[in-house]
């Protein structure tokens, strides 16, 4: 069975995601403005929206009724790895730019590709 990136996937990805992006942006500064540092404020504020992220994607995005120890486990794994790069992204760019707004929606962005496609094809994928 192929899998192809839907239209209504993608629109309903991006809408949840926003949700856990704001999470995300909230928490990131909420973090730090009470004066945890920039990299950590970041990457529990990312757990913390991947959380919101996954029940939304999960039962609405994708459709994945059925809970398994696997799925969980590789929505983990997946967010593990994202939030490294989104974490390091924010870095870099915060270290060029000396913007947090500007570190935040750069580590956003790249990690929201990677993340629809892990979930996509990796953590929700069919059949």
Same mark, same amino acid.
């Given at each position: 069975?192929?899998?192809?990136?839907?239209?209504?996937?993608?629109?309903?990805?991006?809408?949840?995601?926003?949700?856990?992006?704001?999470?995300? &942006? %909230?928490?990131?500064?909420?973090?730090?403005?009470?004066?945890?540092?920039?990299?950590?404020?970041?990457?529990?504020?990312?757990?913390?929206?991947?959380?919101?992220?996954?029940? %939304?994607?999960?039962?609405?995005?994708?459709?994945?009724?059925?809970?398994?120890?696997?799925?969980?486990?590789? &929505?983990?794994?997946?967010?593990?790895?994202?939030? /490294?790069?989104?974490?390091?992204?924010?870095?870099?760019?915060?270290? %060029?730019?000396? %913007?947090?707004?500007?570190?935040?929606?750069?580590? /956003?962005?790249?990690? /929201?590709?990677?993340?629809?496609?892990?979930?996509?094809? &990796?953590?929700?994928?069919?059949?």
């Amino acid at each position: 069975m192929h899998s192809s990136i839907k239209s209504k996937e993608l629109l309903r990805f991006l809408v949840g995601g926003g949700s856990a992006v704001v999470t995300d &942006y %909230i928490l990131y500064n909420l973090f730090s403005s009470a004066g945890l540092g920039l990299s950590a404020s970041k990457a529990i504020s990312f757990v913390c929206g991947a959380g919101v992220g996954f029940v %939304i994607n999960k039962l609405w995005t994708f459709e994945s009724k059925e809970f398994s120890k696997a799925e969980i486990f590789r &929505y983990i794994l997946l967010y593990a790895v994202t939030a /490294t790069v989104n974490t390091l992204v924010n870095k870099a760019v915060l270290s %060029i730019f000396h %913007i947090k707004l500007i570190a935040f929606l750069g580590a /956003t962005a790249v990690s /929201t590709v990677l993340n629809f496609l892990g979930q996509k094809f &990796y953590v929700f994928k069919k059949g």
